[in-house]
């Protein structure tokens, strides 16, 4: 893959700046598409959603594929507050991390904004050093959506599949933050384990070697935030996230991120 200089810019310089720019936000409120490969099968939600990086607090309202389902976490909470808009016509207080939050999801609620990406970004980076030419390139600026992005694609020739023997107080989660990988790739990759936390000491698991065989960013030049991401594996397409509407570091109102808000169903 050829690098290709940007207005005196790597590619990798490119990525570095939105990883900084991710860093940096305040807060944002977006309409994001996020479809992910569940089962063997795309899924598709589109959301608006608003968020707080310091503290963390955020408010999701589901346009697709079930309009009316609200998410709120406040800074306060141990539990998220969800208006499932449907039967038992109630709020439920959930786990973030449990079952029914984390079915058929690649991420927690938690991972909502840029931040996971951007540390999975920052420590592939790492990863490739200086050495870049056959891992990331320049495509051009594209037009996405009305905005002028930058293509970045990031290739990893030496993704594949291989095993990891668990630690100690490990699960699933702990693992792919440490490795770098998707928990919910290294969930299906064994069918033998039911949930984050069912592995012990010393079983050996299927993982990826990396979290991506291949991302394109689509890298806003005005913004320097991600405006669509996809990632692929062996298989193909396993995520894909677009963002479009931003509104960059709102003032939230005190009570935007607690369900007596007006505009919200709780």
Do not use: C
Not at 17 to 42: C, H, N, P, W, Y
Not at 110 to 134: K, N, P, Q, V, Y
Not at 159 to 179: C, P
Request: aromatic residues 12%; without cysteine; glycine residues 6%.
């Amino acid at each position: 893959m050829p690098v290709v200089q940007v207005a005196g810019q790597s590619p990798k310089a490119i990525v570095m700046q939105m990883i900084d720019s991710a860093k940096s936000l305040r807060g944002f409120t977006a309409v994001i598409t996020k479809t992910e490969r569940i089962k063997g099968e795309l899924v598709k939600q589109i959301s608006r959603v608003k968020l707080s990086r310091h503290p963390f607090q955020l408010y999701l309202y589901q346009e697709y594929p079930k309009e009316g389902v609200e998410v709120l976490w406040h800074r306060s909470s141990t539990k998220a507050l969800v208006n499932l808009n449907s039967f038992p016509w109630i709020n439920l207080s959930l786990d973030p991390f449990g079952s029914l939050m984390r079915r058929h999801q690649h991420h927690t609620l938690f991972d909502s904004g840029f931040d996971l990406m951007a540390e999975i970004l920052h420590r592939e980076l790492a990863r490739i050093g200086t050495d870049t030419t056959e891992h990331i390139a320049y495509q051009g600026i594209t037009d996405w959506q009305g905005r002028p992005a930058y293509h970045i694609v990031m290739d990893n020739p030496h993704y594949h599949i291989t095993t990891y023997r668990v630690e100690l107080g490990e699960d699933l989660m702990s693992i792919a933050r440490k490795l770098n990988v998707n928990e919910y790739a290294i969930l299906e990759l064994n069918e033998e384990i039911d949930f984050y936390d069912d592995v012990e000491p010393g079983q050996e698991i299927k993982v990826p070697s990396r979290y991506a065989k291949k991302m394109n960013l689509y890298i806003d030049t005005g913004y320097m935030l991600p405006l669509m991401i996809e990632v692929f594996d062996a298989e193909g397409l396993y995520e894909q996230y677009e963002y479009r509407n931003f509104v960059l570091n709102p003032d939230f109102a005190a009570n935007e991120f607690t369900g007596e808000y007006p505009e919200y169903n709780f």
